[in-house]
């Protein structure tokens, strides 16, 4: 591995680079001996989204072993906040029911990290290929409103601690609706949007939430327990006081 890494520099004899799977074109650069390298993307197909490397090859392994799929690619795209998310793209199989993207995240989320599920699945017709038959990835449609998956089952909040945090995610996320069982990262949430919403919680019921306990309770449904569960704390477990200073 080390000796793969770790190549003979082609430019200065006797020396070594490291290759780092990074595809560069060095341009002629008249201030500078070394000239300026262009940046043209990644040869293994790993991006970074929230913090962590992710080989966008593994999803697309995992994503194709569905029964329903015949075709998949998978893309990082640009989501609503600006930052990055992971799209599948799949081909069904014509004897296959229609599935939904909710079904494959569920499914992914079986052999695969959160931080590896695509946010969305969107069915085609067919993938987009380059002249040569390859997968055309720079071709491939945004998302756009579909990035909210309009199949899974929309369910209101119950409580005003739940109609609370329901606003707050809204207005973080900058989306119209928000069902209490949807999970903050495949709405398109991440480490920084965390930090907003945590950040508004705390401030507003006088509580200490941290973002690691927030990632662990992902949902609105999930997180309203918590955070009752940590004024019932700090108020000597009043309940009835609780409900009061939600409303």
Not at 101 to 112: P, T, V, W
Not at 122 to 132: A, G, W
Not at 199 to 225: L, M, Y
């Amino acid at each position: 591995m080390t000796a793969e890494k770790f190549i003979a520099n082609p430019f200065k004899h006797g020396s070594r680079i490291y290759r780092t799977g990074d595809v560069c074109r060095w341009l002629p650069d008249p201030k500078t001996n070394a000239g300026t390298l262009l940046y043209s993307g990644r040869r293994d197909q790993q991006v970074k989204i929230r913090g962590f490397r992710i080989e966008l090859g593994e999803i697309e392994n995992a994503l194709a072993k569905h029964p329903s799929i015949a075709a998949v690619v998978v893309a990082a795209k640009e989501d609503r906040s600006g930052g990055k998310q992971l799209v599948g793209y799949y081909v069904r199989r014509p004897e296959a029911n229609k599935i939904t993207s909710a079904q494959l995240r569920d499914f992914l989320q079986q052999s695969l990290p959160a931080q590896m599920t695509p946010s969305i699945c969107v069915e085609l017709e067919k993938l987009p290929l380059t002249p040569n038959g390859k997968i055309d990835r720079k071709n491939l449609p945004d998302p756009g409103d579909l990035e909210r998956d309009t199949a899974r089952e929309y369910v209101a909040p119950r409580t005003p601690f739940e109609s609370i945090l329901a606003e707050i995610w809204r207005d973080v996320l900058r989306i119209d609706k928000v069902s209490i069982t949807d999970n903050f990262l495949q709405l398109g949430g991440h480490s920084l949007l965390a930090i907003q919403v945590v950040s508004r919680v705390c401030n507003q019921f006088g509580v200490e939430i941290s973002a690691g306990q927030f990632f662990e309770h992902p949902t609105i449904k999930d997180f309203a327990v918590l955070l009752v569960e940590q004024l019932m704390k700090a108020q000597g477990g009043s309940a009835p006081h609780v409900a009061e200073r939600a409303a």
